[in-house]
């Protein structure tokens, strides 16, 4: 099992930037895919960004292409989300999640985490 504990969230003007960070403990960092997701009352969590195990490929929601970017850096097992461009639908309460086995590139259903923090709020004003 791994911890997980984001950080950076905040209330921002639409076309504002945030950057979330996740700090990863307990278990093998590096060795698992990481995502994003996101979450608003009433509705399901909904899949942000992920990034495999070693960095090198990233997937996105259509959503968020061109305006966030998900990052890695293993050696202080953390994971970022840069969020550029904000607009008022990107409000959510945003989770990092760690996919519940080792060694895959690229996973981005709900089902394929196993591993969840508490999440940070995200606010974006218009």
């Known amino acids: 099992q791994v911890q997980l504990v984001e950080s950076g969230g905040g209330l921002v003007q639409a076309g504002g930037s945030l950057r979330l960070s996740c700090a990863a403990s307990?278990?093998?960092?590096?060795?698992?895919?990481m995502g994003w997701f996101r979450q608003t009352p009433g509705k399901e969590r909904e899949f942000v960004a992920a990034i495999s195990w070693r960095g090198r490929s990233t997937y996105y929601a259509d959503s968020v292409k061109g305006r966030f970017t998900i990052s890695r850096d293993n050696a202080k097992n953390t994971v970022y989300l840069q969020m550029n461009s904000l607009k008022p639908e990107d409000t959510a309460l945003y989770y990092c999640?760690?996919?519940?086995?080792?060694?895959?590139?690229?996973?981005?259903?709900?089902?394929?985490?196993?591993?969840w923090g508490q999440g940070t709020q995200v606010t974006v004003s218009s």
């Open positions: 307990g278990r093998a960092f590096s060795a698992y895919a």
């Open positions: 999640a760690a996919d519940k086995f080792p060694g895959r590139v690229v996973v981005s259903s709900l089902g394929d985490f196993g591993s």
